[in-house]
């Protein structure tokens, strides 16, 4: 079974730029979808961004044009570029596999 493990949160400005890790064990994660998403204090957890096996990607309006996310199959990991952060995306960023979910990474964009 796979096993998901976030990285690279933390605090920054508004403006600012963080890039996120999600580093997965197990032999599948090259013919698996990898999918970010969002949960911020009293909301429900919210969709992000996906991308494919075949590198085919997808984005949430609120993070279009400002986030990006890409895959290494061959370090198994998949990556949440973040730019331009606004107040609104502070959460815990979580990065979902075929069935398992990490246990999440921080992110706090202030004013």
């Known amino acids: 079974q796979e096993q998901l493990v976030e990285s690279g949160g933390g605090l920054v400005q508004a403006g600012g730029s963080l890039r996120l890790s999600c580093a997965a064990s197990g032999s599948i994660f090259g013919r698996v979808a990898m999918n970010w998403y969002r949960q911020a204090p009293g909301k429900q957890r919210e969709w992000v961004a996906g991308?494919?096996?075949?590198?085919?990607?997808n984005y949430a309006d609120s993070v279009k044009g400002r986030f990006t996310i890409s895959r290494d199959n061959a370090k198994n990991t998949a990556y949440l570029q973040m730019n331009n952060l606004k107040p609104d995306d502070t959460a815990v960023y979580y990065c979902?596999?075929?069935?398992?979910w990490g246990r999440g990474t921080q992110v706090t964009v202030s004013s």
């Open positions: 991308i494919t096996s075949g590198g085919t990607t």
């Open positions: 979902k596999g075929l069935t398992s």
